[in-house]
């Protein structure tokens, strides 16, 4: 493949202790595009192909996703994410459905914001012994842009599951973009 200004790739890897929910090894790659579109609704599309292995003592994750990022007029953008994991326990392995949705819209010149939305199912039954759940995520989250190359982006997430349980993140992340 050859990789153009509008082409990327990236791989990579990571290895931890054994903490029961901490996967001990991973691996993953990425490969995608961004095009310019001469379209009235569409500036840009963004698309790309992951691929990730998790593995954890007794258990093992691969999940194969797809994103797709669309630039809309007026700074708005819209992202769609589909990602189909395959879970290997004890017993034979299965594929599971998910996907997210995130809108992002403009706050001022330097501030952005976005929803989410999220649905899907997990099993960690060996993991943490949750057996399998299905969830809702909803979220949003605001990046303030310091420079083109330099931001900071808080954000929160609320995950509903099945069997009344519920998961809440609080983040903040620093960027910087080489």
């Given amino acids: 493949m050859k990789l153009t200004a509008h082409t990327w790739a ?4 990571a290895v931890a202790n054994d903490q029961g929910i901490v996967p001990t090894n991973e ?6 595009h961004g095009f310019h579109l001469d379209n009235h609704w569409i500036d840009g599309l963004e698309s790309s192909y992951q691929q990730h292995w ?9 999940t194969l996703s797809t994103t797709q990022i669309a630039y809309l007029p007026h700074r708005l953008t819209l992202t769609l994410c589909v990602t189909g994991a395959r879970t290997g326990f004890a017993t034979p392995a299965g594929w599971k459905p998910l996907g997210w949705v995130k809108p992002g819209f403009p ?12 649905v899907g199912t997990e099993s960690f039954a060996q993991i ?3 057996e399998e ?3 809702h995520t909803y979220g949003g989250g605001l ?3 310091f420079t083109a190359r330099q931001d900071v982006e808080g954000y929160v997430a609320r995950e509903d599951r099945s069997h009344g349980q ?4 609080l983040g903040f992340n620093y960027g910087i973009r080489f």
């Fill in 10 to 13: 990236g791989i990579g890897a």
């Fill in 27 to 32: 691996a993953f790659f990425e490969v995608g």
């Fill in 54 to 62: 998790y593995w954890y003592t007794g258990a093992h994750v691969l």
């Fill in 107 to 118: 706050v001022s010149r330097r501030v952005t914001g976005y929803l989410l939305y999220g």
């Fill in 128 to 130: 943490d012994q949750v």
């Fill in 133 to 135: 759940f299905a969830a």
């Fill in 143 to 145: 990046r303030y842009r």
């Fill in 166 to 169: 519920t998961d809440t993140t």
